[in-house]
């Protein structure tokens, strides 16, 4: 969906963005994390052409993205960032239709998309579709702001630090909307941030960066087990790396079907070993029930298959 | 107990005005200085029943200040205003059937003044006080100034000097008000065909405009009448040199160089708040704004302008509140205007011919002061 070949990009004297290549194919969730400075929101912006890249080819859709207009380029791409950057002038559900509206949809057209996304993003129509962004909270306006991005059905979401500024809870409720949409829309997702759960979390990719350019890119589950270097491990912390670990497997992976564990706690056969490991200490128990959404008991999982 | 600090002190300003200060003088002619009428004085007696609200607003100050009551010390001010021209016009009317001569004059007096000043202040600062927002404040002072106004119109301060000048002087009033107009609105035309490009360039290129605030700011400082005079040499001699801009009345006298320098002052507010409006907003939303794949100019016109217009408004009101009273110094060069009216009352000595011609100077100013703020909180609304 969006290759990246040999891209260089200095601002001024400085190197931002070292001989990058990298192609996020379509349908991925591409995590971009690095610390400041490592060049991750300007390789973001180097895909709608906020920035423009010195060296190099970036493809979008097979196609240079040069040979797109900017704006072309850019209202196919759902674009979200951290200060959310809803126009304050305009209610919400104007907000939502700027990049429909710039490509000319029907007015009727538009309105039905209005509401198929505010339902998306568990928004009450009723109450916020004529609200002005003033009148929001914080988790409310980055839900605007993702609905906006996602209003033309864009083929790629690029979302810059999108939940860096909000409280834990809210940030926690908006990256399991994340994983949902994602998983409902099947969008391919560039995403940046510097926070390494939410990389483990929403990832189907995780790309560390340093300095400009790529340390290692792998899935999850293949960078804990597999760090490629020192500033890897470092990246992944070191106090609570098996907690890491335990977070992008599931009870699935190594649960028993015996029937064993008895007492009030349960877990899902999809919910991590960290949300389990944590379940089982709460309960001071060694053993727990797994049932499955319905509630019927499917198998037991043990403390001593979750540390081995 | 004291509850209301500005108020206590206008009310003083109030007694102090009342007891101390002429109500109204009264002359034989217009040229012989007046005898102070105090406001006991004032004929017949009745009528200080018109009084009563600005013992309400002395007590104001040690009443609890609650929404009702500040109501009810809004309603005293405003009536209080009404009342004290009323006062002054029974006052001029009985005065005028003892003198029983045209030529005699009755002018309001210092104490008038005073009084007036202190019930308009007190209403400015009670609203405020009240929490009223700015389209609420302005119908409060529009509600304030009608009676007043139908007191004009209707005749009833006929017996006051100064709507004697006026009648004496009529057609001169009008065509100096319709000229006072337009010197505002030619000035405020360059002004704004320059100004606001000079502000988006301004805001653009931030050296150039360094440079350019600054000179503006130059001539901000120079003042007017001197402004005024600087002109002269070089557009008269300008208006020799090429006839064309003669026959088309450009001078080094008149309209042309009261609406340059009008001009000059008037660019100020308008490129600063411009640009300034400009520069705040935030950066945020116009990333957003291009992210989204807006056009350089879809982002100016339907983000940047919007969210600029307020601070922008505020510049505009600046300005023109700024030529409005400038333009009376612009009647020096032979421009016209209420100003002309002004001066000649200042040089014959006449001085309710210098109000004829400041009052309405100074109600115009305020009147596009409150529209420009109704126009600022309308746009703050839209931008909220």
């Given amino acids: ?308 | 107990m004291i509850r209301n600090r500005s108020l206590l002190f206008l009310s003083l300003v109030l007694v102090l005005g009342a007891v101390a200060l002429p109500f109204l003088t009264h002359a034989p002619n217009r040229l012989l200085s007046g005898q102070p009428v105090a406001l006991w004085a004032v004929t017949p007696r009745a009528t200080l029943v018109f009084l009563l609200p600005g013992v309400v607003l002395i007590a104001g100050p040690f009443l609890p200040q609650r929404p009702r009551v500040l109501l009810i010390l809004i309603l005293a001010a405003g009536v209080l205003l009404a009342g004290l021209v009323h006062i002054a016009a029974i006052g001029a009317n009985s005065l005028a059937q003892v003198a029983a001569s045209p030529s005699a004059r009755t002018s309001f007096g210092a104490g008038f003044w005073l009084m007036t000043f202190a019930a308009a202040l007190a209403l400015a600062d009670l609203t405020a006080r009240a929490g009223f927002g700015p389209v609420a404040r302005v119908l409060i002072g529009f509600l304030a100034s009608l009676p007043i106004g139908a007191m004009v119109a209707s005749g009833h301060l006929d017996q006051m000097s100064i709507m004697k000048e006026y009648a004496n002087k009529s057609e001169l009033f009008r065509t100096s008000l319709i000229r006072h107009f337009v010197i505002v609105l030619s000035a405020l035309v360059p002004t704004l065909l320059i100004g606001v490009p000079l502000g988006v360039l301004a805001f653009r290129k931030a050296r150039l405009g360094r440079a350019v605030l600054s000179s503006l700011s130059i001539i901000q400082t120079v003042p007017s009448i001197a402004l005024f005079g600087l002109l002269m040499a070089p557009l008269s001699a300008l208006a020799v040199a090429v006839p064309v801009l003669m026959a088309i009345g450009i001078s080094g006298i008149g309209l042309a160089p009261a609406v340059i320098a009008l001009t000059l002052y008037s660019l100020l507010p308008i490129v600063r708040n411009t640009a300034e409006g400009l520069a705040q907003v935030p950066v945020s939303v116009v990333e957003a704004a291009q992210g989204m794949g807006m056009t350089k100019r879809q982002v100016f016109w339907q983000v940047e302008v919007p969210l600029a217009l307020k601070v922008f408004l505020s510049g505009l009101r600046v300005t023109v509140v700024q030529a409005i009273g400038l333009a009376a110094v612009a009647a020096l060069i032979g421009a016209g205007g209420l100003g002309a009216i002004m001066f000649k009352g200042l040089f014959s000595n006449a001085l309710d011919l210098v109000l004829l011609g400041a009052l309405p100077i100074i109600a115009i100013a305020v009147v596009a002061d409150a529209l420009f703020k109704l126009g600022v909180a309308m746009a703050q609304k839209g931008a909220a």
């Fill in chain 1, 1 to 308: 969906m969006i290759e990246f070949h040999q891209i260089s990009k200095k601002f001024g004297e400085n190197t931002v963005v070292r001989d990058l290549n990298l192609t996020v194919t379509r349908g991925e969730f591409c995590v971009l994390i690095g610390s400041s400075g490592s060049g991750k929101s300007t390789i973001l912006k180097m895909i709608n052409r906020l920035v423009e890249h010195d060296t190099g080819e970036i493809r979008f859709a097979g196609e240079e993205i040069r040979t797109f207009p900017p704006e072309v380029l850019r209202r196919r791409i759902g674009y979200a960032i951290q200060s959310v950057g809803l126009f304050p002038h305009w209610t919400v559900e104007a907000n939502i239709a700027t990049v429909p509206r710039l490509l000319g949809w029907a007015p009727d057209r538009i309105d039905a998309r209005i509401a198929e996304l505010l339902h998306l993003l568990n928004l009450d129509a009723a109450r916020y579709r004529k609200a002005f962004p003033h009148q929001l909270s914080g988790g409310q306006q980055q839900r605007v702001g993702v609905a906006r991005a996602l209003a033309a059905d864009p083929d790629v979401l690029l979302m810059d630090e999108p939940f860096g500024a909000l409280d834990p809870i809210t940030r926690d409720s908006l990256q399991s909307e994340m994983t949902r949409i994602h998983a409902e829309t099947g969008k391919t997702i560039v995403f940046v941030t510097h926070d390494m759960d939410e990389a483990l979390r929403l990832a189907s990719r995780v790309v560390i960066l340093d300095k400009g350019h790529i340390v290692q890119a792998a899935s999850p589950r293949d960078l804990l087990n597999a760090p490629a270097n020192d500033f890897v491990r470092e990246f992944l912390g070191k106090d609570d790396y098996g907690l890491k670990l335990l977070s992008v497997e599931t009870v699935a992976k190594r649960m028993r079907r015996s029937i064993e564990a008895d007492g009030e706690g349960s877990v899902l056969p999809e919910d991590n070993l960290r949300l389990a490991l944590s379940r089982m200490v709460a309960l001071k128990t060694d053993r727990i029930a797994v049932c499955n959404a319905l509630g019927a008991r499917t198998g037991t999982l043990f403390l001593a298959d979750v540390v081995t």
